[in-house]
Nanobody, 117 residues
Framework: QVQLVESGGGLVQTGGSLRLSCVVSRSIPSAYIMGWYRQAPGEEREYVATITGGGAANYAESVKGRFTISRDNARNALFLQMNSLQPEDTATYYC???????????WGQGTQVTVSS
């Protein structure tokens, strides 16, 4: 089974930056769309950003202009550069991919991002 391992979270002040990383335990088709999602305490998991194998990115309105998603297909890795962080960005961040049939991989443990005001 493919495992997803997120890292790079931490505690930052408002306006700070973090870079999240996600490593996929084994090779997946580069055509799979990969994405970042987040879940705040007491909230549903929500979409943050996705990227195609060719590098086309889409973002949730709440992070557009502040976050940048990227991927390295050769290393089976996904990244999220987060700038101008706000307290409302506080959440556990997860990566995942979408298969040709629309399914998703098993969720990993996520990485905690906490933004202090």
């Amino acid at each position: 089974q493919v495992q997803l391992v997120e890292s790079g979270g931490g505690l930052v002040q408002t306006g700070g930056s973090l870079r999240l990383s996600c490593v996929v335990s084994r090779s997946i088709p580069s055509a799979y769309i990969m994405g970042w999602y987040r879940q705040a305490p007491g909230e549903e998991r929500e979409y943050v950003a996705t990227i195609t194998g060719g590098g086309a990115a889409n973002y949730a309105e709440s992070v557009k202009g502040r976050f940048t998603i990227s991927r390295d297909n050769a290393r089976n890795a996904l990244f999220l550069q987060m700038n101008s962080l706000q307290p409302e960005d506080t959440a556990t961040y997860y990566c995942n991919y979408r298969t040709y049939s629309g399914g998703m991989g098993a969720w990993g443990q996520g990485t905690q991002v906490t933004v202090s005001s």
